[in-house]
T-cell receptor, first 115, second 119 residues
């Protein structure tokens, strides 16, 4: 169990640029989540995958955001035409299939700064 | 809609003191799960405990203990004999067991309590 891995750890970009983040979940976990955390707040749900299917998206996820999980393994989160309000920590988490009690295992996150 | 409130934004204690972090939740479901996570300065959220809504037994793990009371919708976390390594932001979170949309069982987090343990 190597844990959830996220890349890069930090990303600084100029407003209007596109960025892409990668998440590698724990290998036997078929559920994958993306959360966003801003300073002084708890993580907020963005989207969820069961294997390769994206089954739920938060209203927080604007049209500029897109996530994929090809082949049900790693996942990518892309933000197009970044805005300063997109600056946040983007967290990936994974869990096993089960009831709502399966704990989420989080990665270290990708900190995005939009200048 | 579900909601988690952590009224304490920041707490400072001197090492070896006991400290309790409060968590109050709201949910319409009768079946749900409650969690505590620790977020040290490194940023990674570390899972501490999970309780389901049918199990109100208090739990103790070393210096950590949790008090779950459905009557007051609270799930409080106590650290006994605090240590500097306990300094972190602690989050309480709620997951409803019933399907939410496509069964994501997404977690709803509180805003967190920043605990500083002073040597």
């Amino acid at each position: 169990d190597t844990g959830v891995s996220q890349d890069p750890r930090h990303k600084i970009t100029k407003r209007g640029q596109n960025v892409t983040f990668r998440c590698d979940p724990i290998s036997e976990h078929n559920r994958l989540y993306w959360y966003r955390q801003t300073l002084g707040q708890g993580p907020e749900f963005l989207t969820y995958f069961q294997n390769e299917a994206q089954l739920e998206k938060s209203r927080l996820l604007s049209d500029r955001f897109s996530a994929e999980r090809p082949k049900g393994s790693f996942s990518t989160l892309e933000i197009q035409r970044t805005e300063q309000g997109d600056s946040a920590m983007y967290l990936c988490a994974s869990s096993v299939t089960g009831s709502g009690g399966s704990p989420l295992h989080f990665g270290n996150g990708t900190r995005l700064t939009v200048t | 809609a579900q909601k988690v409130t952590q009224a304490q934004t920041e707490i400072s204690v001197v090492e070896k003191e006991d400290v309790t972090l409060d968590c109050v939740y709201e949910t319409r479901d009768t079946t749900y799960y409650l969690f505590w996570y620790k977020q040290p300065p490194s940023g990674e959220l570390v899972f501490l405990i999970r309780r389901n809504s049918f199990d109100e037994q208090n739990e103790i793990s070393g210096r950590y203990s949790w008090n779950f009371q459905k009557s007051t919708s609270s799930f409080n976390f106590t650290i006994t004999a605090s240590q500097v390594v306990d300094s972190a932001v602690y989050f309480c979170a709620l997951s409803e067991a019933a399907y939410s949309g496509a069964g994501s069982y997404q977690l709803t987090f509180g805003k967190g309590t920043k605990l500083s343990v002073i040597p």
